[in-house]
């Protein structure tokens, strides 16, 4: 019997339907998690900020992180680059357990004080929460691939709150001049309503106070060029010493959880002996004052130093908000030279190091527009396009692919 072929408006609605129900359960997950893990890691930050002792216990504390790991986790130590990983070559479900590892590795890391983010573990949250998801409606490869991609985006946002940068950032991190246009759905959704949960349950997300942007001249767009390449350059620096330290320690090193300890001991050395606390954790006051007044020149590279140390040598948590953080201090360093406002470049810096380091203009550029204002977007576009470019194509996301080089 001939099969009956349904009409292209009933094809498209099924699918928008299909696409709704398994979005919108990936950001309840990964939003509800969000949420609890931002909440507990506000009280980590504080109770380490309020008993600096802790600090002498982060050799130990990486010590047991990386233990944790080795005994039950090395089907998910890659982080995030498993995620794309399978997205690229699917190949068996991602383990539910790398959601407990990575929540409880980055808190710990928080508490003792390593200089980590937080973007990896809602990333990695999300992905393995979708990944399960999926599991229970018995997806192909092909929607279980979309999903994952729905789970990081829902993961980003909810820890962010930049939905719409979220939602691109799922698209355009797997491979580098390539977008997955038939995932845009499932992330936009995933997003949206990731963030709405994380609002829901109450998070609040930091506002930077951007209080205005110049108009537009042939001077301030050339001064986003010439700070693009700079963040560029910093961006690819930082990538490729995380990388290089942790290929290092590896072969010097066998036993991981010797590695982590050996790290924890540098931090926490450099930082009780030398009063460095400004550069460990999150650093969210630091990047607040980048926008309201000139700070020591060397921040940035303070943060560069001591979040190399912590993630090359196993701490977990992620990369972006450091980068945000050096981001935000380069380009208040740069604002004096460039002649142009510290809280344009200091939001410009933000976004445009992680758009060199993470291969993510797009998204990068979405993000300053949700944080700062759409008057920022011209100014953080022609950063962060100058900052891809001249960042080079490694970065800190190993799995990522090339599908188109950046220069002609």
Known sequence: MEEVKRPLAWQVGAGVAKWLLLSSGVAVLAGSASAFFLWALDWATATREAHRWLM????LAGFVVAWCYLTWGQSVDAGNNLLIDEIHDPNKTVPLRMVPLVLGGTLVSHLFGASVGREGTAVQMGGALADQWARVWRLTHADRRLLLMA????????????????AVFGLEVLAIGRLRYDALLPCVVAAVVADQVGLWWGVHHTVYPLTSVPA????????MVLA????????????RSTH????FMKQRVAYAPLRAMLGGAVVAAAVLLGDLDRYIGLGIPVIVQAFEQPLAP???????V?????????????????LFYIGATLGNALAPLLQVPFGLLAAVGFVAVFAGAANTPIASTLMAMELFGAEVGVFAAIACVSSYLFSGH???YRAQRMDHKKHL
Do not use: C, R, Y
């Not at 789970?151 to 979220?166: E, R």
């Not at 060397?298 to 560069?304: A, F, N, P, Q």
């Not at 001591?306 to 450091?322: D, Q, R």
């Open 56 to 59: 002498a216990a982060l050799p």
């Open 151 to 166: 789970g990081i985006s829902a993961g980003f946002a909810s820890v962010f709150g930049t939905p719409l940068a979220a």
């Open 216 to 223: 537009v001249t042939a001077w301030g767009l050339l001064a």
């Open 228 to 239: 693009g390449a700079v963040f560029g350059w910093t961006g690819q620096g930082f990538a």
């Open 244 to 247: 290089a330290l942790g290929h």
């Open 298 to 304: 060397w921040d940035w590279l303070g943060k560069v």
């Open 306 to 322: 001591l979040t190399i140390a912590s993630l090359g040598t196993g701490f977990k948590g992620g990369e972006v908000t450091p």
């Open 394 to 396: 490694p970065g800190i």
